[in-house]
């Protein structure tokens, strides 16, 4: 039972999608029989990713009030603004603005899943589970898309401070 419990955060952890089990009939007994200490796990989970995405949001908003902006208002002053920085910031703030969506469409599946009965409910539970793995995946990739627009928005930088930044 341990192992199956331990199965089933992993899975919402590593936020890897599934297709549609049917539960054989010891898992959906795993299931119900750890059913509260699921649900006190995904619970501690749940507190976690909320003050990762505290952390996370903080950070993004400082990159964009401290660093982002007021360098694109700097080379505008200096007639040195390109297109390509501008939408670094553009792709930056939308993908951001979709990052903090996504992430609110996860807490609440999140959110419905522990109030799911495992005990009573195995299936019901497990189909909401794969649905908070799928939104969790989705979460990820805003994030992977934000760094890598970073990156890119770095290297233009790098590209302009070292004079090859006419065309950046």
Do not use: W
Not at 7 to 31: E, M, N, R
Not at 43 to 71: C, E, F, H, N, V
Not at 105 to 124: M, T
């Amino acid at each position: 039972m341990r192992k199956l419990i331990s199965i089933l955060l992993s899975a919402v952890l590593l936020a890897t999608p599934v297709f549609a089990v049917d539960l054989s009939d010891d898992q959906k007994g795993a299931i119900s029989m750890g059913c509260s200490s699921i649900k006190n796990s995904l619970s501690q989970l749940q507190k976690a990713d909320a003050a990762s995405r505290s952390r996370i949001g903080t950070t993004y908003q400082t990159i964009l009030t401290s660093y982002l902006t007021p360098m694109n208002l700097r080379l505008v002053k200096n007639g040195k603004l390109t297109t390509d920085l501008t939408s670094f910031v553009n792709d930056f703030t939308t993908t951001r603005a979709n990052f903090n969506a996504q992430y609110v469409s996860y807490s609440r599946s999140l959110e419905e899943l522990i109030a799911v009965d495992c005990q009573n409910n195995p299936d019901e539970f497990y189909e909401k589970l794969e649905h908070t793995r799928e939104e969790r995946a989705k979460l990820s990739s805003f994030v992977s898309e934000i760094n890598k627009t970073l990156d890119a928005h770095m290297v233009a930088v790098s590209k302009l401070r070292s004079g090859r930044g006419q065309n950046v």
